[in-house]
Each structure stands twice: as C-alpha cells, then as structure tokens.
C-alpha cells in the first residue's frame, strides 16, 4: 500500500468498485478499501435490466452471463387478496438483450467487481478499516487515515476521495447531511428456501412483490440459482418490529396473511437463519465537496421494492468516476466537477421514489391502474427496467396521481 494516491475509494460495494475501475482504468492511482472479507454477504440480489449498461462499461456482462445464475426476465406484483397481476415482461417491451437482467449471489457479485477493479489497476484491499477522512483548512478532502488487517494504522494522503460506505455514510454522518424520510423509515425481516414454488416459462426468474391483507406490509420473492429463493418482508419500523415478539415469530405472522406467498411455501425448506436490517430512506443536502464525493447508499438510499439499488449504485460508481477522472485530467477537483453528474442522476432517481411512494399508498394498485390507464403499461414497464434517465420518464404520474385521489374519494364514501 502507498502512502499516496491521484483517489481513494472507501467501500467495496457496486458503488465504490464500480468508481475504483473507472477511476484506474483512466490511468490514475486508485485506492479501494473494504472493510469486511471479500467476498462477504450482502442482501439485494435482484437486478434492473438497465445494469446491462454499466456492466457493459466494466467490460462483465460476459461474465456474468457465464456465471449460471437465474436470468430475471419480468416482475410481477400479488394483491392483498393473493389476485396476481399480468407479469411485466421486459422484452415484449424490447427485444434487445439489455431487456433482461440476473437474480445474483450478491457476494459473488460484488467479488466480481472488486475483481475487476484490480483488474483494471486499483490497489484494492479488504479487512481495511476507515477511520477518518482528513481536511485541510479549507475544507478540502486530502486524505484517510486506514487501519488494515493487522490492525496497523496508515496515513494516506491523496486528491480525491470517494465515499462508497453504504448506509454507513461515512462523510454524510460526519458532516451534517444526511436527510431521513420520515414516511418511509422500513424495516425488513428476510430468509432463503429452497424449493420455493415459481412462475413458468419467462416469468420464472421474476422479482414477485406481494401484498399481505392488512397492507401494512409487503413481501420479496427473488428466485437465484440452485433452487433457492431469497424472501423477505418489508414493514413501517413500529409495525414490524416493535413489541411483537422475536423475528422468527413476526415473519411467520406475516406469512400467515400473505394469501399469494403462502402456497408457494408449502412444501419448501427455509434455508439459514432469519435476518433483520432497518431500511431507512435517505438523501444528503450535499453529494460532493472540494476534494470528496458520495456515490451509492452513501449518497442516498430509497426503499428495495423495485430492486434499484445494484442498478443505481454501479450508474452512480461510473459517474462519479468519470467525473474523478476529468477532474484529475483538468487539476480541478471542485465540489462542481466532482459533483457535475448529481444532478442529472437525481432528476431521473426521483421517478422510482415517486413509484415507490405510489406502491406505499394504500389505495393504489398497479392492477387498478392498468385497467383504467392501459396506455401506461410501456411507461410502468420502462421504469421497471430502469429507464428512468430518458426524456418523458415520468409521463404517467399525472394520470397515477389522480388514480390515487379518486381510490382515495372512493373509500372516503365507502
């Protein structure tokens, strides 16, 4: 490990191995650190399709088309009532192979790109700990003090540091910025079975969302290889994990009122033990500053209904990156270079927070929706997807919108 560094990346997640590759393939000295063992495990196995294009910058699809895992080819959402939904195929929306998308092993994926990272010519470590991130004067990043697996401690100085911590949110904490959103503080409780009941044909690798009868909480069905399927149930905090007893016993209550996940169980085997984790949502009133940028969970993060995290934590990694590079090119590593690509990612990140705000409505519904605005279904199936960059991404949430307030005029009446 050198005492300096053009960058240094701090986690080693699609976020900051994505950034590392980008930043050590344009020929600078790159640091990426992770503080767990690679590979380690990490929930969130299910991809957009729209991960097709950073995957193709980092030179993986390839890969991960060799690696056998599950191919996802729609989603599919379940009502309260167990009523499913009209699966959203992505290639009756487009025919091309950036229309489908994997279910993976998030610690072999994320191996892969720290790998890959390497590959490209980051020094890349892990078991390598953050301590700090050091300022001058000014308020400039200039540099991290680590300490590694031996538990030796390194001043490392460099021009650019970029925060890939997760949820962590390391310089986000540190400096004042992170934003919680008060309606959408989450919790999830989650396993793997093994011989879970899937769809046939093209939807058999679908992400299935489904609701349990009282709304108050939603299931994950994610099929991966080898026959297993990771299954999680996600809830308001208070709802699912105050005064209820141990998590084993929750996620069974739950499962009890899930009238679509319910069958599909009967005759599977839980593999493992049962994990919890609190998913707040969250953004930061900044995303970068002179010397130092966010990318990934470290920036923001918005609830997993819709799978967008991988998605746009690699799209946020090879930005950011991009941005580091130009601005080590130029010798000019301002909040406004480092930061040049927030705002335009943000513009297109606001139509899944809206979705996802829809889909927390009580009185919405994606059937309902279909039915009375049928014109939609290539809108809805595109941010499905993930192509929420494009002009017109957020054509249909005028017509959502008033879909909503007449559910809710109707169940005033009723």
């Not at 960058?7 to 590759?21: F, L, R």
């Not at 002179?290 to 690699?314: M, R």
Request: charged share 25%; aromatic share 10%.
């Amino acid at each position: 490990m050198k005492s300096s560094y053009d960058c240094v990346v701090i986690g080693g997640g699609p976020a900051g191995c994505s950034a590392a590759a980008i930043v050590a393939e344009a020929g600078f000295e790159c640091l990426l650190i992770e503080r767990e063992p690679v590979p380690r495990f990490h929930v969130g196995e299910s991809l957009m399709p729209e991960t097709y294009w950073p995957l193709e910058r980092l030179g993986l699809n390839q890969r991960i088309r060799r690696s056998g895992w599950q191919t996802k080819k729609s989603v599919q959402f379940v009502t309260h009532r167990g009523t499913e939904s009209e699966p959203f195929f992505f290639r009756q929306h487009d025919e091309r192979d950036c229309s489908e998308t994997w279910q993976v092993e998030r610690s072999e994926f994320d191996k892969m790109l720290f790998d890959r990272a390497s590959e490209l010519g980051a020094d890349c470590y892990d078991q390598t700990r953050l301590i700090d991130v050091q300022f001058d004067e000014s308020q400039r990043a200039t540099g991290v003090l680590i300490r590694d697996r031996d538990g030796k401690e390194h001043e490392i100085a460099c021009k650019v540091v970029i925060d890939g911590t997760g949820q962590q949110s390391f310089l986000a904490n540190k400096l004042g910025l992170k934003k919680v959103d008060p309606d959408l503080k989450k919790a999830a409780i989650w396993t793997y079975y093994k011989d879970a009941v899937r769809g046939e044909g093209d939807n058999e690798g679908a992400t299935i969302i489904l609701n349990t009868e009282s709304k108050q909480s939603w299931f994950w069905f994610i099929p991966l290889s080898r026959g297993v399927t990771s299954i999680g149930c996600v809830g308001d905090t208070d709802y699912l994990l105050k005064g209820r007893g141990k998590p084993e016993e929750i996620f069974q209550q739950e499962l009890e009122i899930c009238p679509g996940l319910k069958p599909r169980l009967e005759n599977a085997t839980q593999l493992g033990d049962i994990r919890t984790a609190k998913e707040f949502s969250y953004m930061t009133k900044a995303n970068a500053g002179d010397g130092w940028v966010l990318v990934g969970d470290a920036l923001g993060f918005i609830d997993p209904v819709y799978s967008s995290g991988v998605y746009f934590a690699l799209e946020m990694g090879v930005r950011a990156g991009d941005a580091v590079a130009e601005g080590l090119r130029k010798g000019d590593l301002s909040a406004q270079q480092l930061g040049s690509w927030c705002a335009s990612f943000k513009e297109g990140a606001q139509w899944v927070r809206k979705l996802v705000n829809a889909f927390y409505t009580k009185e919405f519904s994606i059937g309902r929706f279909m039915k009375e605005h049928p014109e939609h279904r290539g809108n809805v199936t595109d941010l499905l997807i993930g192509r929420v960059f494009g002009a017109g991404a957020g054509n249909l949430f005028a017509d959502m919108d008033a879909s909503i307030e007449r559910a809710k005029m109707e169940s005033v009446d009723m």
